[in-house]
């Protein structure tokens, strides 16, 4: 089928998306909630002139879409926002030539999926496990895009995963020293659903403070982050959406990191980001933490705790796994564009 690279990317092909993710997951009760992080996401990248979309079509029907965007390294573009509703040969068949077309205009290495920024949902699931189904925050998505992808043999892909646990007791018998220690050292935990909005602040340094090295982060500015977060927020406070808590960490009364966890509609709670400052990261404190993040669930008799996105080779230590499940498994790509498909 035709694919053509569209130069000026508008809410038109915003909303041709949407469409097709409702023809491809029309069973999915989640699809409205992840338009949202998706068009905020478009919103970040739209109004560049060199934001692009890629599309396919079929009877004049669109058929297959994704946009592309460079990054701060303008040898570099991001792909994001895919769907395609054809089989597994139809999408490698157009990823193919999504690849052809990057190739031909001159970036030499291709990236994604990116949906705009890395703080909002990306990564293709590759693959999933037991049937638990998705939550909130994942992306619904086709096996048969990893599988796409993958045929089309990327220079590196990076890995992560999901996993659950429904007992927390061993995991808060290892961890609670750790909480103990602290807690001598004035370490106060604090939950919040309307936060002051100097912690937001503080949140927000963090973030560029400790997710800058990871892959495919760029920094966003501060109304971005709040409106990523918070359902609202103005010059003193900010409202987290309902179902979200944020934790203020400090010890002796200074900031040194934040959590943000959310509850799911079967009384899951999703641990989102433990995001602590990286002086503390290699002394206990993320363990401590994570006790207090289960004696919390076992108070408000959560059934299960979810453990999002981690990134398979990031094992924390002293921590038992056997109780865990791993039940999905996602992956981002690179291609490096000077040898790929011609």
């Not at 338009?35 to 004049?60: H, P, V, W």
């Not at 086709?142 to 993958?150: N, P």
Request: proline residues 3%; glycine residues 4%; contains cysteine.
């Amino acid at each position: 089928m035709p694919t053509y690279l569209i130069e000026n990317t508008t809410h038109q092909h915003l909303k041709m998306l949407f469409e097709l993710r409702k023809k491809i997951y029309s069973d999915s009760f989640h699809v409205t909630q992840e338009n949202t992080y998706l068009e905020l996401g478009f919103n970040l990248i739209a109004n560049r002139q060199d934001t692009k979309t890629f599309m396919e079509t079929n009877d004049s029907f669109c058929t297959g879409l994704c946009i592309i965007y460079p990054s701060q390294n303008s040898q570099e573009i991001f792909f994001g926002f895919f769907e395609n509703s054809g089989t597994e040969n139809a999408i490698t068949q157009f990823f193919e030539s999504l690849i052809k077309s990057c190739k031909k205009e001159g970036y030499i290495k291709l990236k994604g999926p990116v949906n705009g920024s890395t703080f909002l949902p990306y990564r293709f699931i590759s693959e999933s496990i037991n049937n638990e189904p998705g939550f909130t925050g994942e992306l619904n998505q086709r096996l048969d895009y990893h599988k796409a992808v993958m045929s089309c043999n990327p220079t590196q892909i990076i890995e992560y995963k999901s996993g659950l646990r429904t007992y927390f007791d061993n995991l808060i018998k290892i961890s609670k020293p750790y909480l103990d220690k602290y807690v001598l050292k004035e370490l106060d935990i604090t939950t919040y659903t309307n936060i002051p909005i100097q912690t937001a602040r503080n949140m927000y340094d963090a973030s560029e403070k400790i997710f800058q090295n990871n892959w495919g982060y760029e920094p966003i500015n501060f109304d971005v982050f709040c409106k990523r977060f918070f359902s609202h927020y103005n010059q003193n406070e900010c409202k987290l959406h309902q179902g979200n808590t944020v934790l203020n960490i400090t010890i002796e009364n200074n900031f040194v990191g934040f959590a943000y966890f959310q509850t799911n509609y079967d009384n899951a709670l999703i641990v989102k980001t433990l995001a602590l400052d990286p002086a503390f990261q290699k002394h206990g404190l993320g363990n401590a933490c994570v006790a207090w993040i289960h004696l919390w669930a076992k108070e408000n008799q959560i059934n299960k705790c979810i453990y999002s996105f981690i990134q398979l080779d990031n094992r924390v230590k002293n921590m038992p796994h056997d109780d865990a499940v791993i039940f999905r498994y996602y992956a981002v790509y690179e291609f490096n564009l000077t040898s790929a498909i011609s």
